[in-house]
T-cell receptor
Framework: GNSVTQMEGPVTLSEEAFLTINCTYT??????LFWYVQYPGEGLQLLLK?????DKGSNKGFEATYRKETTSFHLEKGSVQVSDSAVYFC???????????FGAGTQVVVTP | EPEVTQTPSHQVTQMGQEVILRCVPI?????FYWYRQILGQKVEFLVS????????KSEIFDDQFSVERPDGSNFTLKIRSTKLEDSAMYFC?????????????FGDGTRLSIL
């Protein structure tokens, strides 16, 4: 079946550091890939998405590229801020059927 | 921008009692979902609902659970005879079309605490 694997956290960074969160997936066919962010005490917000190979999703300085050859969708940000402290979830949606399958989530802590 | 709304934000219930979690999806959406997140763990799919019937459910969604769209706007999750392990954050989500590549829209969740 389909699955998503994320690097474990917490990831602790200083402000303005470079952030990478690894995400790999297993899926039949060509899923759509998403990153969701959950700020403390809040719900899930879509951060970015990519729907086909080599697509790059971007939002709020975050980027992720859909790499079919490595089945990966790593999240990157060049210069993090304290306000980026949150839990980040990688997720996939198969072409047929709308349910999302989430990775375990990676907590990111950015210190001043 | 339209939002998915969930009520209540926090529900405290005695073990063995029934609880109903409520969601109002975005008005022109056709597909509805419930997910669960036990504290500190991953978000898990429970059930999807379309055209007034369940289209898919996970192994978590056993006979203790049921969903309903009673009036064309609300989408409810009922848990009968709650157990301690039902304590979690429950998220509702909606989507206009399941085949589209658009993301699901999530509510802010209901934190369910079973005592």
């Amino acid at each position: 079946g389909n699955s998503v694997t994320q690097m474990e956290g917490p990831v602790t960074l200083s402000e303005e550091a470079f952030l990478t969160i690894n995400c790999t997936y297993t899926a039949t066919g060509y899923p759509s890939l998403f990153w969701y962010v959950q700020y403390p005490g809040e719900g899930l917000q879509l951060l970015l998405k990519a729907t086909k190979a080599d697509d790059k999703g971007s939002n709020k300085g975050f980027e992720a590229t859909y790499r079919k050859e490595t089945t990966s969708f790593h999240l990157e940000k060049g210069s993090v801020q304290v306000s980026d402290s949150a839990v980040y979830f990688c997720a996939l949606k198969a072409r047929l059927g709308g349910k999302l399958q989430f990775g375990a989530g990676t907590q990111v802590v950015v210190t001043p | 921008e339209p939002e998915v709304t969930q009520t209540p934000s926090h529900q405290v219930t005695q073990m063995g009692q029934e609880v109903i979690l409520r969601c109002v999806p975005i008005s022109n959406h056709l597909y509805f979902y419930w997910y669960r997140q036990i504290l500190g763990q991953k978000v898990e799919f429970l059930v999807s609902f379309y055209n007034n019937e369940i289209s898919e459910k996970s192994e978590i969604f056993d006979d203790q659970f049921s969903v309903e769209r009673p009036d064309g706007s609300n989408f409810t999750l009922k848990i009968r005879s709650t157990k301690l392990e039902d304590s979690a954050m429950y998220f509702c989500a909606s989507l206009r079309e399941s085949f589209s590549n658009q993301p699901q829209h999530f509510g802010d969740g209901t934190r369910l605490s079973i005592l």
